[in-house]
């Protein structure tokens, strides 16, 4: 099945319209004609050559939504017509103990990228810029009803990349919170921090976006660029979750956690990062990391998107606007998530 699909021909080249071939339906698979497709800042570095060589021509896309349009002899999951999702993996071995404990992401044999990813078939699997994709049943979630679909999009790598840490961190009801960065992720986690119950405080180099924060669910809000904020802060926070992907000081952010406090990043900044470990001891703080969230978790996330009313801030944008929408979230000029509406594809 030939598809139409947006794809970048090699590193660091504008996207372009294309065709690509998608698999056979076979017994467990779905076949989902996509509606929305979020970008994620994940693919820019890849496109870009950021994370390393790619298989290109490479089709991004790991925020998507659409329709059931046909499903195989054995999925039961879903049914034709039904409004499904599909986020960062595709497939992973299904058999090693952190798959069996429902933490795919962290499968030992790898798990499968939505795109730029090798199939167990030993296909390259090829995202979500496309009218239509092919998954495993195992690996769609169900987009419940209350959601709108744009706004549900983001909600496959934002939402759950903040969504993960937040509970598995404990956030909730007497908990102090903090999100570091208020863009596609921070704004996420914000809004999800302040339905779990805990108080949730914006870390940002300043304050242009105070307004922003406090309406998606902060109650305070303080510049990372002022040096006062760090000692008045100091031993404040239970859980501090940093969403950005440039360096920070890490013993500077670890001072403002109380004892038994953990940082958390899910930023990936390129450069490594140190820290004095006498940062770590002299609060009995961690210093941790997470990636998106296993399938079950996944949906957990979105049924509680939608018991909460909650999706993301989103700017929908025709397929033709994707090279500009790319350079607007280089420069920071997206409040919070461009989603592509693929129907402009054809």
Not at 35 to 60: K, R
Not at 125 to 148: E, M, N, R, W
Not at 195 to 200: C, R, S
């Amino acid at each position: 099945m030939r598809v139409t699909a947006y794809a970048a021909p090699a590193a660091g080249q504008p996207l372009a319209l294309t065709t690509i071939e998608r698999r056979d339906v076979g017994p467990n698979d779905v076949l989902i004609e996509i509606q929305y497709a979020g970008i994620c800042h994940s693919d820019i570095h890849t496109v870009n050559g950021d994370w390393g060589p790619q298989p290109f021509p490479v089709v991004p896309g790991h925020e998507i939504v659409g329709v059931v349009a046909e499903v195989g002899s054995a999925a039961t999951k879903h049914r034709v017509g039904d409004r499904v999702g599909v986020g960062c993996m595709v497939n992973s071995c299904g058999e090693c103990a952190n798959c069996r404990n429902g933490d795919e992401q962290y499968c030992l044999q790898g798990m499968v990228g939505t795109y730029a990813g090798t199939d167990r078939d030993g296909s390259t699997t090829q995202g979500g810029y496309s009218t239509h994709v092919v998954v495993d049943a195992d690996y769609v979630l169900s987009v419940p009803a209350g959601l709108d679909p744009a706004a549900a999009a983001p909600l496959l790598c934002a939402g759950i990349t903040t969504y993960s840490p937040l509970r598995h961190w404990g956030a909730g009801p007497g908990k102090q919170v903090a999100v570091v960065g208020l863009g596609g992720l921070g704004h996420m986690g914000v809004k999800l921090a302040h339905a779990m119950g805990a108080e949730v405080t914006v870390l940002s180099q300043s304050l242009k976006k105070q307004e922003d924060g406090l309406r998606l669910g902060a109650t305070h809000y303080s510049a990372t660029s002022d040096p006062d904020t760090f000692t008045q802060l100091a031993g404040r926070f239970d859980l501090i979750v940093n969403t950005v992907s440039a360096p920070i000081d890490v013993d500077a952010y670890l001072s403002l956690l109380a004892v038994g406090g953990t940082l958390v990043n899910v930023g990936a900044p390129a450069e490594p990062l140190s820290l004095n470990v006498m940062s770590l001891i002299g609060g009995r703080r961690s210093y941790a990391g997470s990636m998106i969230g296993g399938i079950a978790q996944t949906q957990e996330m979105l049924d509680f998107c939608a018991e909460h009313g909650i999706g993301a801030e989103v700017e929908v944008i025709s397929a033709d606007r994707i090279n500009d929408a790319y350079a607007r979230v280089l420069a920071s000029d997206v409040r919070y998530r461009f989603v592509i509406d693929t129907a402009t594809l054809g």
